[in-house]
Nanobody
Framework: QVQLVESGGGLVQAGGSLRLSCAASGSIFGIMGWYRQGPGEQRELVASITSSGATNYADSVKGRFTIAKDNAKNTVYLQMNSLKPEDTAVYYC????????WGQGTQVTVSS
């Protein structure tokens, strides 16, 4: 069955960096991405990458975050630089193959 295992969240000061990883198993996906959900907010797209390598970013993270994929490991990464307090959220790995699959989420907290 499909499994998405996330890692790399944590607490960081504003201006710092974190790298999230999502290891996928059980299928090959057409799209993989990172979404986030802050307290009282809806889940929103952060960044996504297709199987051909095309990327898409939320305007709020352009120039600061980079998504990358290791096809051999079926793993997607999110490098987050210049973090801001408003980046604080639970970050979810999502993967699409006819339907969306989700990881358990990892907390990212950016202190000011």
């Amino acid at each position: 069955q499909v499994q998405l295992v996330e890692s790399g969240g944590g607490l960081v000061q504003a201006g710092g960096s974190l790298r999230l990883s999502c290891a996928a198993s059980g299928s090959i996906f057409g799209i993989m991405g990172w979404y986030r959900q802050g307290p009282g907010e809806q889940r929103e797209l952060v960044a996504s990458i297709t199987s051909s390598g095309a990327t898409n970013y939320a305007d709020s993270v352009k120039g600061r975050f980079t998504i990358a994929k290791d096809n051999a490991k079926n793993t997607v990464y999110l490098q987050m630089n210049s973090l801001k307090p408003e980046d604080t959220a639970v970050y979810y790995c999502g993967a699409w193959r006819t339907i969306w699959y989700w990881g358990q989420g990892t907390q990212v907290t950016v202190s000011s």
